[in-house]
């Protein structure tokens, strides 16, 4: 039986990459930018590419953002991607503040990554600080980032793995049914693809 995943169009990125990875491991993809349509979802992905305002303004616009948060407070699983992740957090400082979900406590800002060239961009170490479902077979392996901003969590124990790039960031995260992770799981290889059917594996 194929497993369900829902994935938010939020209309400011291509969801063509992430739809097929997520059907090269077996899912059944619901592409949508209805908020009726979360009330049917059983696992939700949340991807992102582009400026945090940008983003928030497009799920606001569409009216996703209550329905976003009625999803997660039905316990649920919600994976965001790259951009997807840093709008979980509370305000990004891209362009001024800008407030986020709220869904995990912290804030998302640039990095301070000395003389390396920023954005981040290439394959990295993903390293976990704790074990976790998501993370299932995948501890230290190497996954495809492209981002300017990190992600800092306000609770360390929201930080399910790190990352080296100038400075240690939070790549992982995840808070009770809500999960984040900043590289790009559908440009990962064999990595992504075992995080993304790890994903689907998530039990409400």
């Known amino acids: 039986m194929k497993r369900s995943v829902t994935v938010i169009d939020s209309g400011i990125c291509n969801l063509g990459s992430i739809t097929c990875a997520l059907r090269r491991v077996g899912a059944e993809v619901e592409v949508t930018s209805e908020p009726d349509a979360l009330n049917r979802a059983q696992k939700l992905i949340l991807p992102g590419v582009g400026s945090f305002p940008a983003a928030m303004e497009a799920l606001q616009g569409r009216g996703l953002v209550p329905a976003l948060k009625a999803f ?21 400082e891209e362009f001024g503040l800008t407030q986020g979900l709220s869904l995990i406590p912290g804030r998302v800002r640039m990095f301070r990554a000395g003389n390396l060239r920023v954005p981040h961009m290439g394959w990295n170490q993903v390293a976990g600080k704790r074990p976790d479902p998501l993370l ?20 360390p124990q929201d930080v399910l793995a790190v990352t080296e ?3 240690t960031f939070a790549s992982v995260v995840r808070r009770r049914n809500v999960w984040g992770i900043q590289p790009h799981p559908e440009k990962s290889q064999q990595a992504g693809q075992k995080l993304l059917s ?3 594996e ?3």
């Not at 997660?72 to 990004?92: D, F, N, T, W, Y």
């Open 72 to 92: 997660v407070a039905s316990g649920r699983p919600l994976l965001g991607i790259c951009l997807g992740m840093q709008l979980l957090l509370e305000e990004g």
């Open 136 to 155: 299932e077979g995948i501890d230290g392996r190497y996954f495809y980032f492209v981002h300017s901003y990190l992600c800092q969590p306000s609770d």
């Open 165 to 167: 790039y100038g400075e």
């Open 198 to 200: 790890n994903f689907l």
């Open 202 to 204: 998530l039990c409400p």
